[in-house]
Nanobody
């Protein structure tokens, strides 16, 4: 079993920054992949970014490319999402998740955190 806990959400003005963190515990995760997803009210959950625990490879949704940065700290079993130049359309509940596959599809992620709210005011 893998346990994921997100933190760092909050309220920020448009153009501001937030840093989300995801602490992972439980089964070894060194060979897996971590992703950030978000879900706005009335919308489907969407992919934001992913990272490989093993080699640090990253990938981003076009909507956040150049503004968001995903990173990992293997020693602390923690994944972070640095969000800059935030826009009102970034408002959502953000989730971290773990997958055994390099994927952008939420259904392929087996473990999920409880989510953290990010609200960007315009």
């Amino acid at each position: 079993q893998v346990h994921l806990v997100e933190s760092g959400g909050g309220l920020v003005q448009a153009g501001g920054s937030l840093r989300l963190s995801c602490a992972a515990s439980g089964r070894t995760i060194s060979g897996s992949y971590m992703g950030w997803f978000r879900q706005a009210p009335g919308k489907e959950r969407e992919f934001v970014a992913r990272i490989s625990w093993r080699n640090g490879a990253t990938n981003y949704a076009d909507s956040v490319k150049g503004r968001f940065t995903i990173s990992r700290d293997n020693a602390k079993n923690m994944v972070s999402l640095q969000m800059n130049s935030l826009k009102s359309e970034d408002t959502a509940v953000y989730y971290c998740a773990r997958s055994s596959q390099w994927s952008t599809y939420s259904r392929l992620y087996e473990y999920w955190g409880q989510g953290t709210q990010v609200t960007v005011s315009s």
